[in-house]
């Protein structure tokens, strides 16, 4: 990230850089310069600690997703299993119930028959002279 520091020199501007996110690691070592082995020492050992903590907490997140898929599983199963014991018993209440109702149809179209039997002596008629037509024109 660079500013300016408010200064011209001959038409060009003088930029200053600024320096984020940079972390000095290290420890002070009393004002003694051994070549920067105690920094890259303490880098070493901070990065290898970081490292295994790290991974640590990669272990815990897998472990973490692997019991939240289990639990997932088990929960979708258990769900599915409802859903199909209601779609079982729905079913099985429709069948049950079908006789019923086909007795229930078939009393109310004799009803209906009794009722308006010109109506369906004709519409008997009808339906048989179509069939019958249809039946000698293929035969040609």
């Given at each position: 990230m660079t500013e300016n520091d408010g200064t011209e020199n001959g038409g060009t501007e003088n930029r200053g850089t600024e320096n984020v996110g940079t972390e000095n690691v290290g420890t002070d070592n009393g004002?003694?310069?051994?070549?920067?082995?105690?920094?890259?020492?303490?880098?070493?050992?901070?990065?290898?600690?970081?490292?295994?903590?790290?991974?640590?907490?990669?272990?815990?997140?897998?472990?973490?997703?692997?019991?939240?898929?289990h639990d997932q599983t088990r929960a979708a199963g258990t769900r599915a299993a409802e859903v199909i014991g209601g779609v079982a018993d729905k079913i099985q209440s429709t069948v049950a119930g079908a006789p019923n109702?086909?007795?229930?149809?078939?009393?109310?179209?004799?009803?209906?028959?009794?009722?308006?039997?010109?109506?369906?002596?004709?519409?008997a008629f009808g339906v048989g002279i179509s069939i019958g037509l249809l039946t000698r024109l293929r035969g040609r």
């Amino acid at each position: 990230m660079t500013e300016n520091d408010g200064t011209e020199n001959g038409g060009t501007e003088n930029r200053g850089t600024e320096n984020v996110g940079t972390e000095n690691v290290g420890t002070d070592n009393g004002g003694t310069d051994n070549g920067g082995s105690e920094n890259a020492e303490t880098a070493s050992e901070r990065f290898t600690a970081d490292l295994a903590a790290l991974r640590q907490d990669v272990a815990r997140l897998a472990e973490d997703m692997s019991q939240l898929l289990h639990d997932q599983t088990r929960a979708a199963g258990t769900r599915a299993a409802e859903v199909i014991g209601g779609v079982a018993d729905k079913i099985q209440s429709t069948v049950a119930g079908a006789p019923n109702r086909v007795c229930s149809a078939g009393r109310a179209i004799e009803a209906g028959i009794e009722r308006n039997a010109l109506t369906a002596v004709l519409i008997a008629f009808g339906v048989g002279i179509s069939i019958g037509l249809l039946t000698r024109l293929r035969g040609r």
